[in-house]
């Protein structure tokens, strides 16, 4: 029998959306399940969350028709400045800058509010008559020689030759297929918010390596940032517990004064960081993708770049494999997307769970030799290019063909 759609995506965050409109663009039918209603994610009130995109996923979004409509909403960053230090003591003696006109491709990435981005996502799936199914969870897979069957939340089965997991961490589809995970707490709670400010941020990205955990400091449009501040899990705790005005006044020691006074513009929120990486990415007719395949810490804001990276190897790989006439489904079309994407998104985890645990260390001769470090990179052009490329997502080889702006 004929299967109800080529690929079932279970999962309708960013990533699932993206690679639907991805897959639908070459003629492929897509269907995406996403246990939140739709109307309630693209309510149009700011609440402050983010994401930065890297240079690469903004020239994914370009080659399938979004960043025309996006560009007028996000905030280029133009530089970032990381250093490291305690509460209250600044910049401290090294520090990194990075300028973007170095690498000369423009902004190495831009800040982009969620509500604006999902809502794009949403009508160019409507536009391009992409099944979405909201409100409803997937709860069984059942595979088979020629695809997979799955069951809904309400009772309904459809079935597709190919299953993919954009369902995070807590990956159902990973489970069900028997995909195993790895990792571990980090012992610290990120708190989020957006705050106003009296002056200008120019585009500057800051990045703050204290002993508690990373605080990045993120320019948005306009006199805003959005703040990613990680602290231990019990001082997160009390933290996030403190009235408005107590949680600034515990912040505005660690975020300084070089912006001049600040207010939120928004709600706050917490989420537990861990390191979460399946042990696969492919399984017989089921692909992994974005936190499904590796959730990592936010602290070069790159899990949503990664997921984005996954989303263009693997819409390349099923659209080369079904104009070849191959089984899109089939293990080895599968394992050449393994292959292209699990060495680049684990090197990378492993990089930031590193750089995390090294800043994590409250010793005087390791902050030394940290600070040392910091300042060779930075007096190094060629480091620091190298740096700045990994960042924009540049340096990936071979580079799929969405992250260069070109349609598949």
Known sequence: MKPDYDILIAGGGLNGPTLALALAGAGLSVAVVDTRPADTREAD???????????ASQRLLGALGLWNGLAGESQPIYEVKAS?????????????HFDSAEIEEGA??????DRFLY?????AMQDNNITLIDGISVTGQDVGPAGVTVTLSDGRTLSARLLVGADGRQSGTATRAGIRRQGWDYGQTALVAAVDHEQAHHGIAQQYFMSTGPLAILPLPGNRSSVVWSETDTNAKAIKALPDDEFLAVLRPRFGDFLGPFTLAGPRFTYPLSLSLAERYVAPRVALIGDAAHGVHPIAGQGLNLGLRDVA??????????????????????????????FDATSLA???????????????????ARGLGMGVVSAIPALRRGFMRQAAGLSIDPMPRLLTGQPL
């Open 45 to 55: 009130d700011f609440d402050g969350r983010a994401y930065a995109l890297a240079l």
């Open 84 to 96: 490291q230090g305690q509460p209250g003591d600044g910049a401290g003696l090294f520090s990194l």
């Open 108 to 113: 190495v990435g831009h800040m982009l509010e």
């Open 119 to 123: 809502r794009a996502l949403l009508t």
């Open 313 to 342: 190897a693997l819409a390349e790989v099923l659209v080369e494999a079904a104009r070849r006439g191959e089984d899109i489904g089939a293990e080895d079309v599968l394992t050449r997307y393994q292959g292209w994407r699990r």
């Open 350 to 368: 492993l990089g930031m769970d590193a750089v995390n645990s090294l800043f994590g260390i409250d010793n005087p001769l390791i902050g030394a």
